[in-house]
């Protein structure tokens, strides 16, 4: 869902004005341009070990309808290993001529289980299939002598899903994209005394093992109060509304729980927390019809960007955990 610290945008690119460029259009020299670059990060996932994406073209149209296509060399990459504030660069000052780009994407080479896109979890590897091939990216404008970049955020909690054969499916519905200039990432100070009241209410509803799920719902600020905090399902109850975003709490070292969310849009949120992850079904409605409850409501947070963007915001979640946020 919805991850993240400041800029680590790792220098693993592709040069695509040395890959050839487009393969329908070529760029007139002779007008003025700016560049384009594009990263990929991930929220935090759990139960998976490797989310391996393999790139084929980035793909958009340009303000006269011309489509123009860019070789990415199939790049490949695991995706877990991105996640927070880390990012990995896939596409480095592309020059392009000033104007507005709509309907922007990169394809992906889908995973048959041998080759393209995969997923590794404790049975082994499987292949991943993307939501129609490719991951969608905002629309944008380039102006002359001006670099742009944009980070692509991979919401793998909840739009990765798995069939009963063992493959996965990824669904782009719950990634976004965000220009880097207007984006912060946010880290979560959780209160332990909520993790212990959590266990001990929901007792009887402890998953085999006895291992509780902590998780963090994002929502948006339309989001007032515990009683409108919906699950994951997509059709939430009247009154109710879904999470942008969802991260697994973690513990460092010493035992404090702590969270991380990247490349949020400049905007306020509220936070959500649970320990019956566990029970949270994309498919179905289980806060309207199953067991399973938003424990306790964190409040609003305000995510600002900072002057060059990429700016951190510590929250704290009830009594907070003394100031440790997993570093």
């Not at 949020?264 to 992850?277: N, Q």
Request: proline share 4%.
């Amino acid at each position: 869902m919805m991850t993240y610290w400041h800029g680590l945008m790792v220098s693993a690119c592709v040069l695509l004005a040395a890959c050839g460029g487009s393969d329908n259009t070529t760029t007139d020299t002779q007008q003025s341009t700016g560049t384009l670059s594009v990263a990929i990060s991930d929220s935090p996932m759990t139960g998976v070990t490797a989310v391996g994406l393999q790139l084929g073209e980035l793909v958009m149209t340009d303000g006269n309808g011309i489509e123009h296509r860019y070789a990415l060399g199939e790049m490949n990459f695991n995706l877990m290993n991105y996640q927070g504030a880390d990012s990995i660069t896939v596409v480095n000052g592309l020059p392009l001529s000033e104007g507005q780009y709509q309907n922007v994407y990169m394809t992906v080479i889908q995973g048959d289980g041998n080759n393209g896109c995969y997923v590794e979890d404790g049975q082994g590897r499987h292949a991943l299939q993307v939501q129609d091939g490719k991951l969608p990216l905002m629309n944008f404008n380039i102006s002359a002598n001006h670099q742009y970049s944009y980070t692509l955020e991979v919401g793998l909690y909840m739009g990765l899903d798995r069939d009963y054969d063992y493959n996965y499916n990824l669904s782009y519905d719950y990634s976004w994209s965000v220009d880097n200039l207007y984006m912060g990432h946010l880290i979560g100070e959780m209160d332990p005394q909520w993790i212990a009241d959590c266990e001990t209410t929901y007792a009887a509803l402890a998953p085999v093992g006895g291992e509780f799920t902590h998780l963090a719902y994002l929502y948006p600020d339309t989001v007032t109060s515990l009683s409108q905090m919906a699950d994951v399902y997509d059709a939430p109850a009247t009154g109710m509304v879904a999470p942008i975003a969802v991260a697994p709490l973690k513990q460092d070292d010493d035992g404090n729980w702590y969270f991380g969310l990247g490349y949020l849009p400049e905007a306020t949120y509220r936070i959500g927390y649970t320990c019956l992850g566990h029970l949270d079904y994309p498919a179905s409605d289980d806060i309207t019809d199953g067991p399973f409850v938003i424990f306790a409501d964190a409040g609003a947070v305000t995510i600002d960007g900072g002057p060059s963007g990429g700016q951190a915001t510590i929250h704290v979640c009830g009594m907070g955990n003394g100031g440790h946020h997993g570093g």
